[in-house]
Each structure stands twice: as structure tokens, then as C-alpha cells.
């Protein structure tokens, strides 16, 4: 998983009037704003056939634009940016030493040093990554089961309500087309946003008047 904003902007349109030598002149009128054009109409909501036993879901939209799949989206940029911080770290000490070592004023044991630090750098910055990349796809593979594991069930109670036999996804199932109406993608995720959705805090209760 956006807002579309649109801007109208009023004008108003000022009319001259001739003026004879016998009339006082004439204060210029204002003719009244143009009238705001109506908001485009939204299509039709597309109903589900009755009787149909067929119908399809997104899972990709499914993960984009439900609360759990933008939590867990939300997750991994999270451990993704940490861990390029990280990096970004350790490669700014490497310049560092690299600019070091263009200094002509160095010893050769100091130089020699710093040759060896960049080495076990090179050699640390590149378990680093290796790592990274390690917890980033465990904690996707983690995501992804847990994900699925709470929208199994939302599926199957939507596909029970609606008496459906089969259904596809729209992504695995070669679908070149199909009634809109057989969509529950949307229905799968109010489903699926209701059943998960995050318990907010109680308010504070009002301090008692003095």
C-alpha cells in the first residue's frame, strides 16, 4: 500500500460598462464565482455475483496494503536501515585510515599499522554484510510465515461466507480476466485489518477538579 488532493481555484470575471456624458460612471460589476465543477463520480462498487462459487484475491496487495503487511514492510526497512548505518560506519573509518595513509609525514611501522587495520576492516566490513543479509532474510522468512499463518484463516472465513468452491490468486493463476465482482481482495483485508487490528491505550483518565 494513496490520497489524491485536488485544488479548485475560484476566479472572478469584471465587466465594463460604457458611460454616457449624462450618467455618473458606472462602478464596474463583479460577476459571482464560477461554480466549483462537480467532483468525477466514483465507479461502481462492483457487487459479487449471486450464486458465483469462483472468485480470486491479490495477495500482493493484500501484503501492501493491509496493517499487518505495511507493519512488517515497516519492520524490515527498519533492520535494513540499521544495518546500513552500520556499514556506513565502518566504511567512514576506512576512509579515514585510507586518507591516512596518503600522508607522506607517516613512518613506515605507523603506515605498515594502518595497512593492516585496513585489511582486517576490509575483512570485518564484509562479514558484516554477510550477516546483515543473513538477518534481513530471516526476519522476512519469519514475517512471511507469520503473515500467512493470520490470513489463512481470514481467507477461509471469506471464502465460507460467500460459499465459494475455489479460490485463485490472481498473481499464480494465469487470470486474463474476470468479472470484478469476484474480487474479495478488499473484503479480504477489512477482514483482515478488523481481526488484527492494534488494541490502542485507554486515554488517561481527567484529573478530578479542585
Known sequence: MKAFIAAVVLGAVVVSVPVSAQQPPATAAQAPPAAAAPAPAKPPVATFPQGAHFAYINIQL????SAEGKASTAKIEGLRAKKAGELNDRNKQVEANQAKMRSAVLSEDVRAQIQRDLDKAQVEIQRMTQDAQAELQELQNELQMDFQRKLGPVIQAVAKEKGIHFLFSQADSGLVWADPGLDL?????????????????????????K
Open 62 to 65: 493484500i501484503a501492501a496494503e
Open 185 to 209: 481482495t478488499a473484503e479480504v483485508i477489512a477482514r483482515f485489518d478488523a481481526a488484527y487490528a492494534p488494541i490502542k491505550p485507554a486515554a488517561p483518565a481527567a484529573a478530578p477538579k
